[in-house]
T-cell receptor, first 116, second 107 residues
Framework: SAVISQKPSRDICQRGTSLTIQCQVD?????MFWYRQQPGQSLTLIAT?????????ESGFVIDKFPISRPNLTFSTLTVSNMSPEDSSIYLC?????????????FGPGTRLTVL | GIQVEQSPPDLILQEGANSTLRCNFS?????LQWFHQNPWGQLINLFY???GTKQNGRLSATTVATERYSLLYISSSQTTDSGVYFC?????????FGKGTKLTVNP
């Protein structure tokens, strides 16, 4: 398994500002992901954070709004830019352990963001 | 893309009751996982079960990959079992989540 920590655990922000969320893993992992969970909804993949290259974004998510950094195999950041109340969600970091076609995924504790 | 349907969407039980949650998916998958999201939002891994049957205490799961479904069994439910149970499948590189089953266990 993997131990994943996220900072901050929660925040309340004003519209128009930006927040950077940090994700730290206790071991080196190849695959790292960022998810969003809007209130009362399921989890949606934002992007795959690639070490040493740009992140791969899913349809509906763009780099200008959600810039991602992945400087090494144990750390990543997600920034939520120019926030609006619609960005109020839980943001979760996830890692996949072991390669191949399968591989179990683990999730961090999440960052609960409220935008006023 | 792949469709993941979970049923029932909501379930209310009395403590001690048993329940079965179902996950249907529309295409072949490399991976299937069950998660429990507790009331504080933490996602807890329950099972990594692309096929076959596994048991962990009061919980067990069965995946029949050829028929594209998985079942999660909860026996002798406790109030701490309350929360949302998600099924997630991986047809290629990305994990796709169902909408979840919200379980409430009353004392």
């Amino acid at each position: 398994s993997a131990v994943i920590s996220q900072k901050p655990s929660r925040d309340i922000c004003q519209r128009g500002t930006s927040l950077t969320i940090q994700c730290q893993v206790d071991s080196q992992v190849t695959m790292m992901f960022w998810y969003r969970q809007q209130p009362g909804q399921s989890l949606t993949l934002i992007a795959t954070a690639n070490q040493g290259s740009e992140a791969t974004y899913e349809s509906g998510f763009v780099i200008d709004k959600f810039p991602i950094s992945r400087p090494n195999l144990t750390f990543s950041t997600l920034t939520v830019s120019n926030m609006s109340p619609e960005d109020s969600s839980i943001y979760l970091c996830s890692v996949r352990i072991s390669g191949g076609a399968g591989g179990e995924q683990f999730f961090g504790p999440g960052t609960r963001l409220t935008v006023l | 893309g792949i469709q993941v349907e979970q049923s029932p969407p909501d379930l209310i039980l009395q403590e001690g009751a048993n329940s079965t949650l179902r996950c249907n998916f529309s295409d072949s998958v490399n991976n299937l996982q069950w998660f429990h999201q507790n009331p504080w939002g933490q996602l807890i891994n329950l099972f990594y079960i692309p096929s076959g049957t596994k048991q962990n205490g009061r919980l067990s799961a069965t995946t029949v990959a050829t028929e594209r479904y998985s079942l999660l069994y909860i026996s002798s439910s406790q109030t701490t079992d309350s929360g949302v149970y998600f099924c997630a499948v991986k047809p290629s590189e990305k994990l796709v989540f169902g909408k979840g089953t919200k379980l409430t266990v009353n004392p």
